[in-house]
């Protein structure tokens, strides 16, 4: 598994595999304040079920975090 550390401070990006064999990328915000970040793969914005295009812009919450299980 490779690890995607091109994100800068505050948002970090990780990928992992779930039980499913599904990749995931997560996206961590750990600023204050809401951080635009660009998906690289389309899939599967988990808490909301919302589908994701590759290029799509996805807003991450102050303090929080976006997982994307992609197809």
């Known amino acids: 598994m490779e690890l995607d550390c091109t994100a800068i401070f505050p948002l970090i990006i990780r990928k992992g595999?779930?039980?499913?064999?599904?990749?995931?990328?997560?996206?961590?915000?750990?600023?204050?304040e809401?951080?635009?970040?660009?998906?690289?793969?389309?899939?599967?914005?988990?808490?909301?079920?919302?589908?994701v295009g590759t290029g799509e812009k996805i807003v991450v919450p102050a303090w929080n975090l976006i997982i994307i299980e992609e197809l």
Do not use: P, R
């Open 17 to 32: 595999i779930n039980q499913s064999g599904k990749e995931l990328t997560y996206y961590l915000n750990f600023s204050d």
């Open 34 to 51: 809401e951080i635009t970040a660009v998906i690289k793969n389309a899939g599967t914005e988990l808490f909301s079920n919302k589908a």
